[in-house]
């Protein structure tokens, strides 16, 4: 079974920065697409910002360049640094590994999650 460690989360004041970090094992982190998605209260999870083992990097609107997705292939990880925090991105966090095999094949593995808070 694949593991997702997922780390990071916390609580901060708007304006205030988190970086969360996910690692995978080194095949799925070579071969697939790494993503962080969020899950507010009461709503649906929505993607936040993905990045492919290609280097191709995505970023939902909302995030207006203050997050900042990045990978340490040494070390098997993916992180999301968050500046200029506003309330609503409070959320759970989750790290997402997607990985399509020859015969189109989709494995889908999620973290368990990671609270960010950002409240006065």
């Known amino acids: 079974q694949v593991q997702l460690v997922e780390s990071g989360g916390g609580l901060v004041q708007p304006g205030g920065s988190l970086r969360l970090s996910c690692a995978a094992s080194?095949?799925?982190?070579?071969?697939?697409?790494m993503g962080w998605y969020r899950q507010a209260p009461g709503k649906q999870r929505e993607l936040v910002s993905t990045?492919?083992?290609?280097?191709?990097?995505n970023y939902a609107d909302f995030v207006k360049g203050r997050f900042t997705i990045s990978r340490d292939n040494a070390k098997n990880t993916v992180y999301l640094q968050m500046n200029s925090l506003k309330p609503e991105d409070t959320a759970v966090y989750y790290c997402?590994?997607?990985?399509?095999?020859?015969?189109?094949?989709?494995?889908?593995?999620w973290g368990q999650g990671t609270q960010v808070t950002v409240s006065s």
């Open positions: 997402n590994a997607v990985i399509v095999l020859r015969d189109g094949t989709v494995y889908d593995y």
């Open positions: 080194r095949s799925i982190f070579s071969s697939g697409t």
């Open positions: 990045f492919t083992s290609g280097g191709s990097t």
